[in-house]
């Protein structure tokens, strides 16, 4: 059985640091596409970024240059390290994994970023 | 690259239910199609247009032509009742874009 579970989130002030991880079970994460899709409360999907099978990595604009995706095979893990966080960064951050790099099968349950002052 | 769903569609039970997914030329591309249900994280429901997942029911089947692409959902259940979102892969800018949610309401 495939489980992602994201683990990390929490209150941060604007201009922190937050580090988000997800730990994938079910399949190895060099095989997959693993991507972090973020839901504000009560909004719909956003893309953030994605950890191709082959190393390369894609950010949204929104996040370019403040986030970072990596992977560590040891673990069978993939984090997401957050900097500079903005109130408009509070969200529900999915680790989602793909067998295609096109879309999303497997998705875990979120972990919850709330930046506020 | 803007993928354009109408905020709500409502249906009967039993009923047919047609949601759109409106994208310049998205006939070209590959549009996926996921639901929603509160507090849940989504499921993918139909990949690459017309392609049902294992485990997804025969009633959920997809198209794609011109400007639109369509969720169509056959015979609506109670537990049908969700947010559908469309995504699709701009190769062009290597970002992977969602719409804005339609919310299926069964009346």
């Known amino acids: 059985e495939v489980q992602l579970v994201a683990t990390g989130g929490g209150l941060i002030q604007p201009g922190g640091s937050l580090r988000l991880s997800c730990a994938v079970s079910?399949?190895?994460?060099?095989?997959?596409?693993i991507s972090w899709v973020r839901q504000a409360p009560g909004k719909g999907l956003e893309w953030v970024s994605i950890?191709?099978?082959?190393?390369?990595?894609y950010y949204a604009d929104s996040v370019r240059g403040r986030f970072t995706i990596s992977r560590d095979s040891s673990n069978n893990t993939v984090s997401l390290q957050m900097n500079s966080l903005r109130v408009e960064d509070s969200a529900f951050y999915y680790c989602?994994?793909?067998?295609?790099?096109?879309?999303?099968?497997?998705w875990g349950q979120g972990t919850l970023v709330t930046v506020s002052s | 690259y803007v993928l354009t769903q109408p905020p709500s569609v409502s249906v009967a039970p039993g009923q047919t239910a047609i949601l759109t997914c409106g994208g310049s030329?998205?006939?070209?591309?590959?549009v996926h199609w996921y639901q929603q249900k509160p507090g849940q994280a989504p499921v993918l429901v139909i990949s690459?247009?017309?392609d049902r997942p294992s485990g997804i029911p025969e009633r959920f089947s997809g198209s794609n032509s011109g400007n639109t692409a369509t969720l169509t959902i056959s015979r609506v259940e109670a537990g049908d009742e969700a947010v559908y979102y469309c995504?699709?892969?701009?190769?062009?800018?290597?970002?992977?874009?969602f719409g804005g949610g339609t919310k299926l309401t069964v009346l």
């Open positions: 989602v994994g793909g067998e295609g790099s096109s879309y999303f099968d497997y």
């Open positions: 079910g399949f190895i994460v060099n095989d997959k596409y």
């Open positions: 950890f191709y099978s082959g190393g390369a990595t």
């Open positions: 030329n998205i006939g070209a591309r590959g």
């Open positions: 690459y247009n017309i």
């Open positions: 995504q699709l892969w701009d190769r062009h800018t290597d970002h992977w874009l």
